[in-house]
């Protein structure tokens, strides 16, 4: 096969194509979905959450909303004409809907953290490095993103083979969240008439520091890299009372105070200059401070005891520590602490988890291939480089405040959050393999059954399906709380009278529905971004808010309380992020085949919430699901979570047992 056909970044090529590249076929559009099968899907999505009474009243609005000829069919013409004349109808909807319009702080709230292998330094030598190979690594990578030459991905199921969208790949370096009074702004250097970044920002002792990576047209080799680490590192020491300025915090503020303080930035000249090399750098190398937590053995398996290390990526372990050691803002932000601890944090809305986990597993490979000594051996050192520059700040009493307001607000989101590290070794994905299962279906549903034993009913929950099979295709949500899924938690639970083999088969029911519904999801059937495009054609077209969409049920349809993402990877790395609601759980997945780690949040400060209460009902369900479908009784019981939960209250860590 022509390596021209593996080498396209938004389209394909049939056989007849493969030599002519002039002829090469953009991907599909993402269709607009018929307006009743959405609605009917939209009511069986309902229907397990709501009461009786609620689903009939939300029923009725919805029969009222889809009726021939009504505001329904009305919009669903409109948003047929408005999809013709876009690349993707919903991308910019989407963005707003799920990133640009949010108005809450993106540590925690938003931006996820990783965990890379522990590290072994001898001393801040070996920390700088470490951090230069990283470097390097990442700009080999860069290397393949700048010439749009990424492999295609493509699809391994259903029409294995066919091509998926590229284009998040490309937006990892060249993308920055700029905040706004109403809403951010995703700008893109894509489209800037200035020219590519040639620089890296480093964070070191809360200040910031300008890395030409590319000096009189070539790129700098990892002795330059470390020289050039060093000097800043000296530099950093020498400006111990500017450490204290921490201006980093600005960028954890609520986005709309956010975006009035950088205005006030702004104002000075050379404050405007310092933004614009940050916002404009290819990525941020931040070099942390160890936060003084007991030492993990650098060969131990992921767990709770690296907790530590995830609440450093996800939040800098707050002002005391490194908090202000980053730029919230930019996509990519690179970690690397002088205790070992490595990973990072990444802003959200230019990509998914998979264009960032590709990254870092060329990243780690990079970092032990003998690829990399070879080209050490390689490169050629320059010998006149010039010094790092040291970004410089006038600030105002105005500005000094509102990062003194930031910080208080920071720590106290820090404190508040309790996240879980599980490492389940007992299976991973070859024994729902082994049972016909589909692995994710299968996790899903144990998160159902964990939930349901809590809390003594099912939330809304959101999955992300990759629509990537279409022009800027992003994600749709798998909805796993479904009537099946409750029918079989209640079995599992005791509520609902079953044999071990109705089990089974409520069961299969449940991630056969799981499955068929995450079909249609990535095949661009799905309820959300359906429902989001009629809303937001209403908006366009200036008509009053359909009674549909100021439906309660369909504003908390859309309130997860149970967030959840696979997130795969090849190494022992996992990723993590914070509940996007006050009463809400964060699960991110990571399933290998014989083991799984999960890492599962919540708020501390809520009351009906409680991570490690969460994690150990997940723990005992994955053994009873197994021990079902091998035939085993199971003594499962729905826990009446708010009396167990509120042992939080007087500081008490409840724990199941089943």
């Not at 410089?392 to 009493?397: E, N, T, V």
């Amino acid at each position: 096969m022509s390596r021209t056909t593996e080498h396209i970044a938004n389209g394909f090529a049939d056989d007849d194509d493969i030599n002519n590249p002039i002829q090469l076929k953009p991907l599909p559009k993402l269709p607009v979905p018929p307006l009743k099968p959405t609605l009917d899907k939209y009511l069986q999505i309902l229907k397990p959450i709501l009461s009786v009474e609620e689903y009939e009243e939300s029923s009725a609005i919805v029969d009222e909303f889809g009726r021939p000829g009504g505001e329904g069919e009305q919009l669903q013409e409109k948003l047929l004409e408005y999809a013709e004349t876009k690349t993707s109808w919903v991308y910019k909807w989407w963005l707003q809907d799920m990133y640009t319009n949010c108005r809450m702080p993106l540590p925690i709230n938003s931006s996820p953290g990783m965990v890379f292998p522990k590290q072994s330094f001898r001393g801040q030598d070996g920390q700088l490095k470490f951090a230069a190979r990283l470097i390097s690594g990442i700009l080999d990578y860069k290397v393949v993103i700048d010439a749009r030459a990424l492999p295609v991905d493509r699809a391994r199921s259903r029409k294995p083979g066919q091509p998926l969208c590229m284009e998040q790949y490309y937006r990892l370096f060249s993308s920055y969240r700029l905040p706004g009074v109403k809403q951010d702004l995703l700008v893109s250097q894509d489209n800037s008439l200035l020219p590519e970044p040639e620089h890296v920002i480093v964070a070191c002792r809360n200040q910031f520091f300008v890395l030409d990576v590319i000096v009189n047209f070539r790129r700098l080799s990892e002795e330059n890299l470390l020289t050039q680490l060093k000097r800043i590192v000296e530099m950093a020491n020498q400006n111990e009372e500017q450490e204290l300025q921490q201006l980093g915090l600005l960028t954890t503020k609520e986005r709309t105070e956010w975006a009035l303080a950088r205005a006030r930035l702004m104002k000075e000249s050379v404050n405007r200059d310092s933004l614009d090399m940050v916002e404009r750098c290819i990525f941020l190398l931040c070099l942390d401070n160890p936060v003084g937590t007991p030492i993990t053995d650098i060969d131990k398996p992921v767990d709770q005891d690296h907790v530590h290390l995830a609440y450093q990526m996800l939040h800098g372990c707050g002002s005391k520590h490194n908090a202000a050691n980053r730029w919230y803002d930019k996509t990519m932000q690179f970690i690397v602490s002088g205790d070992g601890a490595a990973g990072l944090v990444y802003e959200h809305s230019p990509s998914e988890g998979v264009a960032v986990i590709q990254l870092i597993e060329h990243l780690l490979k990079y970092l032990d291939s003998d690829t990399r000594k070879r080209k050490l051996l390689r490169a050629q050192s320059i010998c006149e480089l010039p010094y790092p520059r040291k970004l410089r700040w006038k600030l105002s009493k105005e500005i000094d405040q509102d990062i003194e307001i930031a910080k208080v607000k920071l720590d106290a989101l820090a404190d508040d959050l309790d996240l879980q590290i599980m490492r389940f070794t007992e299976y991973g994905k070859n024994f729902p393999k082994s049972q016909n299962m589909s692995p994710d279906a299968y996790i899903q549903l144990a998160l159902q059954l964990a939930y349901y034993k809590v809390h003594g009913r099912l939330t809304h929950t959101y999955e992300s399906a990759s629509t990537r099979r279409f022009q800027l295709g992003r994600v749709e949500n798998i909805r796993a709380a479904s009537e099946q899924a409750l029918h079989f938690v209640q079995a599992m639970t005791g509520v609902r009278k079953a044999t071990i083999e109705e089990k089974k088969q409520l069961m299969r029911a449940a991630i056969d529905h799981q499955t068929e519904i995450m079909i249609q999801a990535i095949l661009g059937h799905g309820v959300d971004n359906h429902l989001l495009g009629l809303r937001k054609m209403a908006d366009e077209l200036n008509w009053p808010k359909p009674e549909i969409f100021n439906d309660k049920a369909y504003t908390d349809s859309n309130l997860f309380a149970l967030s959840t993402s696979q997130v795969l990877t090849k190494t022992d790395c996992f990723m993590y992020y914070g509940p996007v609601v006050p009463n809400g759980y964060g699960a991110a997945y990571n399933p290998h085949e014989d083991h799984i780690i999960f890492a599962i949040s919540s708020f501390k400060s809520n009351l009906e919430t409680n991570s490690l209460v969460f994690r150990d009902s997940l723990l005992n369900g994955l053994r009873e699901m197994r021990d079902m479908l091998l035939g085993r009784s199971t003594n499962g019981a729905c826990v009446n979570g708010h009396n167990e939960i509120n042992g939080k209250e007087n500081g008490q860590n409840g724990r199941i047992d089943t």
